[in-house]
């Protein structure tokens, strides 16, 4: 088993900027890939950016591109999500999750969820 733990959500007005923090513990040696999902009261949860826990790819979703960076410290078994001039719209629980078998945008393919922090971005 993996466990995961966010850390670093808040409240910020537009044009901010926050890090989050997804920390791993137990069979981390498991993990190919780390993700970022969120999501939005009403609306499905959504692709943020994702990670090779060994390797360079990284891969992010539309709403990410340009404004978001997506980092790992493997030495501390911890991923990244550096996201900058947040919107409004960016508000939702931001949620980190661990993939056994490889990079991927869909959430189904994902085997480890943390319990999610929340963002609030304001007008």
């Known amino acids: 088993q993996v466990q995961l733990v966010e850390s670093g959500g808040g409240l910020v007005q537009a044009g901010g900027s926050l890090e989050l923090s997804c920390a791993a513990s137990?069979?981390?040696?498991?993990?190919?890939?780390m993700g970022w999902f969120r999501q939005a009261p009403g609306k499905e949860r959504e692709f943020v950016a994702a990670?090779?826990?060994?390797?360079?790819?990284?891969l992010y979703g539309d709403s990410a591109k340009g404004r978001f960076t997506i980092s790992r410290d493997n030495a501390k078994n911890t991923v990244y999500l550096q996201m900058n001039s947040l919107k409004p719209e960016d508000t939702a629980v931001y949620y980190c999750?661990?993939?056994?078998?490889?990079?991927?945008?869909?959430?189904?393919?994902?085997?480890?969820w943390g319990q999610g922090t929340q963002v609030t971005v304001s007008s």
């Open positions: 999750a661990a993939d056994r078998s490889g990079i991927s945008v869909s959430a189904a393919s994902y085997d480890y």
């Open positions: 137990g069979r981390t040696f498991s993990i190919d890939t």
């Open positions: 990670i090779r826990w060994s390797r360079s790819n990284t």
